[in-house]
């Protein structure tokens, strides 16, 4: 299994309405689900990606790899934009074993040339698996009164009356996931979920049903 990790900035917003930020609880989940394989006699890794490839740790199954893995996701800190897709491109020949390739990343970025990154994983052989995870706020829209919203990426502030932006807002989001949603479809892979406010074994338990019926 392969680990692709979005460490960009926006991954690291947290809402006062969550317990931790996206970062930091896909890294938890990520070191969770990683220990599990670990106990399989599986093997995992890692790559860390914003606009480009930060670190790539190949699979192995030891000890010593996890921890290592768990020390490189510590570590890690958010000033960069993503480039998603750019990203895979870049991690799709590097892959040298094929697997299963789990992408993890609240998915913030243009999706036009994101097919064409699935597909390049696609054609290496591995399959895929998509999360976007996401903060409660970024999900529910809450806000009321007048409020300034600062962009996730350096996209500057906008000062507004949350009410009159709500509906708009709800409906590019929708808008948004679809796209990346037929993306994968394309290929036979997967959207799923990973909100910051879920209880972490459904996470779980979602990644190791899909696993186990896509073999």
Do not use: W
């Amino acid at each position: 299994v392969h680990f692709l990790l979005d460490a960009s900035e926006s991954m690291f917003f947290k809402s006062e309405s969550a317990a931790m930020s996206k970062f930091d609880y896909a890294a938890t989940v990520i070191a969770s689900l990683a220990y599990l394989l670990m106990q399989q006699k599986d093997m995992f890794g890692l790559v860390i990606f914003d606009d480009k490839v930060r670190s790539m740790l190949p699979a192995k199954g030891s000890g010593l790899h996890f921890r290592n893995m768990a020390d490189v996701m510590s570590k890690v800190e958010g000033n960069t934009q993503t480039d998603l897709s750019r990203s895979l491109m870049n991690i799709a020949p590097q892959l040298k074993q094929r697997g299963l390739v789990v992408v993890v990343s609240d998915f913030v970025a243009d999706t036009d040339e994101l097919g064409l990154s699935l597909g390049q994983l696609s054609f290496g052989g591995h399959d895929v698996i998509m999360f976007h995870v996401e903060d409660p706020n970024e999900r529910d829209f809450p806000f009321t009164g007048q409020t300034i919203f600062n962009g996730l990426e350096n996209e500057g502030k906008l000062l507004c009356e949350p009410r009159d932006l709500r509906n708009v807002y709800l409906a590019e989001r929708e808008d948004h996931l679809e796209r990346i949603r037929e993306a994968g479809l394309r290929f036979g892979f997967p959207l799923d979920h990973m909100p910051t406010d879920s209880p972490m074994d459904e996470i779980l338990s979602a990644f190791l049903s899909m696993r186990l019926v896509r073999g």
